[in-house]
């Protein structure tokens, strides 16, 4: 906007207004705002990045392959030429180095740092890999990671998902990785790098320790990525049942040492959501009346079933059921059967019921019991609802035959009679065989015609109940229904 203007027949300067004076101001402030917001990202970009690559360093700081910027292939006098030089340094603390130097030398603590480094990579992308972890950047690890294989990719994707813990499709390809790996393969790159540097080769005791180690920090750390999110935890179920047949033959240590490091971590929380249980448990049975409880126990049970699930998924690949999961779930389903015996709290119960089947899911022996008890506890609610909706009908018998003399008959035609056909056609479903729910349609269909005078829609009534398989003596008395009812119409005509 131009302060000064001239106009097309004057030549003298013209002093703004004061609407373009205050447009001014705002347009000014606008991009001061603007520009402000954009330093104000850049900051948080940079001090996010900072932090990026602190955790980055963190990650690999005291490998001695880093420490001394050497690659693994580096022969004594070649370490001891770079101890050297970070000697003259006033940024490397001189302790480090000398550990560094002396932990390469000796065969048995070497081998620690061999396999927390990149065995699978050439010294030159080795040597890229140094300098990206101390310039911690990211992006660089991240392109190495892409075309590495066995360890080297296993620990690029360790050390990204220090910074990147949420990442599902990190925490999902290193999981692969870590299962898929094959330490005697490492251990031949281990050797051929020794054996250019002039050491000998690892031997079998001090590999196998140092790759147990290894497994349980690697454990430790990937468990505790998977165990922040409901994701990861899911993610680490499936990765167990799809190893299932390696569980079974003992051949799967990597993922093991996952689901040890996974389980220390999760106790706390199982411990804490299993007392909250437990404790609504009690008071349930102290007073069932209190809606509440049952509400704290189902959402409970939900959480603790998605920490407890990687846990129930390895015991179900070893063929055996949770012992853990059985505990909490014999006190939950001791609850159901209270609530159903004692005091006739049918749907209750069977929300408890679900509840248990939902969270149980991977523990085939519990699943069975489940499976047995639902049938009679949807009986039960089921039941009850038709008893009640029976007295309404019962009391309303008049509206209920005007509604079938209009609509007809079924579970599609609405109002109160669509209902009353709806619930018994769920009942039939679950138990096709008990006999009450016939007897009491049977009925109703005896007082339309006996209380209303409308034989027709008795009838109607009667025809549509045998068009189903009732029990045979139901059945026996609705044909005795059926031909005297038939007989009444044909005399009235």
């Given at each position: 906007?131009?302060?000064?203007?001239?106009?097309?027949?004057?030549?003298r300067?013209?002093?703004?207004?004061?609407?373009?004076?205050?447009?001014?101001?705002?347009?000014?402030?606008?991009?001061?705002?603007?520009?402000?917001?954009r330093d104000?990202?850049?900051?948080?970009?940079q001090?996010?990045?900072?932090?990026?690559?602190?955790?980055?360093?963190?990650?690999?700081?005291?490998?001695?392959?880093?420490?001394?910027?050497?690659?693994?292939?580096?022969?004594?006098?070649?370490?001891a030429?770079?101890?050297?030089?970070?000697?003259?340094?006033?940024?490397?603390?001189?302790?480090?180095?000398?550990?560094?130097?002396?932990?390469l030398?000796?065969?048995?603590?070497?081998?620690?740092?061999?396999?927390?480094?990149?065995?699978?990579?050439?010294?030159?992308?080795?040597?890229?890999?140094?300098?990206?972890?101390?310039?911690?950047?990211?992006?660089?690890?991240?392109?190495?990671?892409?075309?590495?294989?066995?360890?080297?990719?296993?620990?690029?994707?360790?050390?990204?998902?220090?910074?990147?813990?949420?990442?599902?499709?990190?925490?999902?390809?290193?999981?692969?990785?870590?299962?898929?790996?094959?330490?005697?393969?490492?251990?031949?790159?281990?050797?051929e790098?020794?054996s250019?540097?002039?050491?000998?080769p690892?031997?079998?005791?001090?590999?196998?320790?140092a790759?147990?180690?290894?497994?349980?920090?690697?454990?430790?750390?990937?468990?505790?990525?998977?165990?922040a999110?409901?994701?990861g935890?899911?993610?680490?179920?499936?990765?167990?049942?799809?190893?299932?047949?390696?569980?079974?033959?003992?051949?799967?240590?990597?993922?093991?040492?996952?689901?040890?490091?996974?389980?220390?971590?999760?106790?706390?929380?199982?411990?804490?959501?299993?007392?909250?249980?437990?404790?609504?448990?009690?008071?349930?049975?102290?007073?069932?009346?209190?809606?509440?409880?049952?509400?704290?126990?189902?959402?409970?049970?939900d959480?603790?079933?998605?920490?407890?699930?990687?846990?129930?998924?390895?015991?179900?690949?070893?063929?055996?059921?949770?012992?853990?999961?059985?505990?909490?779930?014999?006190?939950?389903?001791?609850?159901?059967?209270?609530?159903?015996?004692?005091?006739?709290?049918?749907?209750?119960?069977?929300?408890?019921?679900?509840?248990?089947?939902?969270?149980?899911?991977?523990?085939?022996?519990?699943?069975?019991?489940?499976?047995?008890?639902?049938?009679?506890?949807?009986?039960?609610?089921?039941?009850?609802?038709?008893?009640?909706?029976?007295?309404?009908?019962?009391?309303?018998?008049?509206?209920?035959?005007?509604?079938?003399?209009?609509?007809?008959?079924?579970?599609?035609?609405?109002?109160?009679?669509?209902?009353?056909?709806?619930?018994?056609?769920?009942?039939?479903?679950?138990?096709?065989?008990?006999?009450?729910?016939?007897?009491?349609?049977?009925?109703?269909?005896?007082?339309?015609?006996?209380?209303?005078?409308?034989?027709?829609?008795?009838?109607?009534?009667?025809?549509?109940?045998?068009?189903?398989?009732?029990?045979?003596?139901?059945?026996?008395?609705?044909?005795?229904?059926?031909?005297?009812m038939?007989?009444?119409?044909k005399?009235?005509?």
């Amino acid at each position: 906007m131009f302060w000064k203007r001239l106009r097309k027949d004057e030549t003298r300067e013209v002093e703004p207004s004061e609407a373009e004076i205050a447009a001014e101001a705002g347009a000014r402030r606008r991009l001061d705002r603007l520009k402000a917001r954009r330093d104000d990202e850049r900051a948080t970009a940079q001090e996010e990045s900072g932090r990026e690559g602190e955790a980055l360093k963190a990650y690999f700081d005291g490998n001695a392959f880093v420490t001394l910027n050497v690659a693994m292939d580096a022969d004594q006098g070649a370490i001891a030429q770079a101890a050297d030089d970070l000697s003259f340094s006033e940024d490397v603390d001189p302790d480090a180095v000398e550990a560094a130097q002396a932990e390469l030398l000796a065969p048995r603590d070497r081998v620690k740092h061999e396999l927390a480094w990149l065995p699978e990579l050439s010294a030159e992308d080795q040597a890229k890999a140094r300098g990206a972890v101390n310039a911690g950047d990211a992006d660089a690890l991240f392109n190495l990671r892409l075309s590495a294989i066995g360890l080297a990719r296993i620990n690029l994707g360790l050390a990204l998902l220090t910074i990147k813990a949420k990442d599902e499709n990190l925490q999902r390809t290193l999981m692969a990785d870590l299962v898929n790996w094959d330490a005697h393969t490492t251990r031949d790159r281990i050797d051929e790098a020794r054996s250019r540097a002039r050491f000998s080769p690892t031997s079998d005791d001090h590999y196998e320790q140092a790759v147990s180690a290894f497994r349980d920090t690697v454990g430790r750390s990937v468990a505790e990525a998977l165990s922040a999110t409901r994701e990861g935890r899911i993610l680490l179920a499936q990765h167990i049942s799809e190893n299932s047949a390696d569980i079974r033959a003992c051949d799967t240590p990597t993922l093991e040492a996952i689901v040890k490091g996974y389980g220390s971590l999760a106790d706390p929380q199982l411990q804490n959501l299993r007392g909250k249980i437990v404790d609504a448990v009690a008071s349930l049975e102290a007073n069932p009346r209190d809606p509440a409880k049952i509400t704290l126990i189902t959402t409970t049970l939900d959480l603790w079933s998605q920490w407890r699930l990687p846990l129930q998924k390895l015991e179900e690949a070893r063929g055996l059921d949770d012992p853990q999961s059985a505990e909490l779930f014999k006190t939950v389903r001791e609850l159901g059967i209270t609530l159903t015996n004692d005091h006739n709290m049918y749907d209750e119960s069977l929300r408890i019921a679900k509840a248990l089947k939902h969270c149980f899911s991977a523990v085939p022996g519990l699943q069975q019991a489940v499976e047995r008890d639902l049938p009679t506890l949807i009986g039960n609610v089921l039941f009850k609802r038709f008893d009640e909706l029976t007295t309404t009908v019962a009391k309303n018998l008049r509206d209920f035959t005007r509604e079938l003399d209009g609509g007809g008959i079924g579970a599609d035609v609405g109002g109160l009679v669509g209902k009353y056909c709806e619930i018994f056609d769920e009942l039939l479903e679950v138990n096709p065989h008990q006999e009450g729910p016939w007897t009491i349609w049977r009925e109703l269909a005896v007082a339309i015609a006996e209380k209303l005078r409308r034989v027709d829609i008795a009838l109607m009534v009667v025809e549509w109940l045998l068009e189903r398989n009732s029990p045979e003596q139901v059945r026996n008395q609705l044909v005795s229904d059926m031909c005297q009812m038939q007989r009444i119409l044909k005399d009235a005509k």
